[in-house]
């Protein structure tokens, strides 16, 4: 019955089906979708926040999953810096052989043997296609699932997965008031396309909406394979808000999935990659799904989108300071020293201060204040004149110069301050 579901939908959406849907494919989204009827009811959760008195990553629950396309092994000791911010990592890289017998969590390593599965583990991947990683996340995501509680390395606590290209940046502190139980994906605009930039995260039923590579003949239509897919999710009537009629593109390089909507992911991940939708349509289709169903009202999403990442898919040369200045971008060039150093060295720089005591940082400064500013002596002198009225002789200790700087300071603030409790709004 459900074969003959499938070809109705291949048929209505004019899609070949050796071209579209392997055998083995099929069989994949079968299995899924037989397992689905089980349960077709989409589950509650519940969700609590943590406000730490010592300097905590917000990542540090968070698995980071670091993609490469193709095998450099020598850049994976800078990707380590990020350990300190994470619960753990991630390393996906085709044809990688892992140093170690073993990952971290105690897994067995091993090499991929022609026509067995890939091999991966909750450390490691040797995933090849590209256009399908997010059937990568997928495994990865149901790995985290059904690893016991009482396994070693702490999988289970583990309560988000952010994925990146290894070429990407992400400043992990950065993100300390982000909400970790919203997905997040990057709200780039494409400035030249249709393939100079992007692509820009667009939900649509129309071609003509957005002038984009992959609509054309060439590429396969990719909205045609995401709406068969959509089709399917669709017929399984399992509470998922779809329009078949409707998918969506966008950059795929950042972004971030709670574990709340790990399940989700992994069943939609085995349609679309049934299908064999490109990731750049699959992914943000895969997200906008979720985000209907699950979203508690029609104006509340629980997608993030971040439209603050420098560059998108095809950009790339940041400077140093593009590099400091946004918490995330895409692309660095691991061949400009200084533009590489600048990230590492402030990565390497906010790991000494991960459990430091909050209350050790005042104003948010270690350092000392910029040229022209007040000393700490000064600072204090204003502190204690705002505080205590009568002689100011704390003032001794300080120059002429500043001492006149404090008590103009001094005036200012107390005028301030009878403004303030003047009553009038």
């Avoid at 499938?6 to 849907?21: D, G, M, S, Y």
Wanted: aromatic share 12%; hydrophobic share 40%; glycine share 6%.
């Amino acid at each position: 019955m459900i074969r003959c579901l499938f070809l109705r939908i291949l048929t209505e959406t004019q899609l070949r089906h050796k071209a579209v849907l392997g055998a083995g494919a099929f069989f994949t989204v079968c299995i899924v979708a037989l397992l689905a009827k089980a349960d077709s009811k989409l589950p509650q959760f519940e969700s609590q926040i943590d406000r730490p008195s010592t300097l905590h990553s917000p990542f540090e629950n968070t698995m980071a999953m670091v993609r490469w396309n193709s095998y450099h092994p020598e850049r994976i000791p800078l990707l380590e810096k990020y350990s300190p911010f994470f619960h753990s990592l991630h390393f996906s890289m085709p044809d990688h052989t892992p140093p170690s017998e073993f990952d971290a969590f105690g897994n067995h390593n091993k090499d991929h043997v022609p026509g067995e599965p890939i091999p991966h583990n909750l450390t490691y991947d040797t995933w090849p296609a590209a256009e399908l990683v997010y059937l990568q996340l997928a495994r990865t995501m149901r790995l985290i699932l059904e690893t016991p509680k009482t396994a070693p390395g702490g999988a289970s606590e583990i309560d988000g997965l952010l994925y990146f290209h290894f070429d990407a940046w992400i400043d992990p502190m950065a993100y300390a008031d982000a909400n970790m139980e919203n997905m997040w994906f990057p709200d780039v605009v494409d400035k030249n396309p249709p393939r100079g930039g992007g692509p820009q995260y667009e939900c649509m039923t129309e071609t003509s909406r957005y002038n984009w590579w992959g609509f054309d003949e060439e590429h396969q239509n990719f909205q045609a394979s995401a709406m068969a897919a959509a089709s399917v999710v669709d017929n399984f009537q399992m509470g998922f808000v779809v329009n078949p009629s409707e998918w969506c593109v966008g950059w795929t390089d950042i972004y971030y999935i709670p574990r709340r909507f790990f399940k989700d992911y992994i069943f939609l991940s085995e349609i679309f990659g049934g299908f064999e939708v490109f990731h750049e349509v699959a992914v943000p289709t895969i997200i906008h799904i979720i985000d209907e169903s699950r979203r508690r009202h029609p104006f509340i999403p629980v997608t993030d989108r971040f439209g603050e990442c420098f560059g998108s898919c095809c950009d790339g040369n940041p400077s140093e300071a593009d590099v400091l200045w946004h918490r995330c971008g895409h692309r660095l060039d691991y061949l400009n020293d200084a533009v590489i150093a600048a990230h590492y060295t402030r990565l390497e720089t906010e790991a000494k201060e991960i459990g430091e005591p909050l209350h050790k940082v005042a104003n948010g400064r270690k350092d000392s204040p910029p040229s022209g500013g007040f000393t700490k002596e000064a600072l204090k002198a204003i502190q204690q004149g705002v505080d205590v009225q009568g002689e100011l002789t704390y003032l001794e200790a300080l120059s002429e110069e500043e001492k006149e700087k404090v008590k103009t300071e001094l005036t200012r603030i107390q005028e301030l301050k009878a403004f303030w409790e003047g009553g009038s709004m």
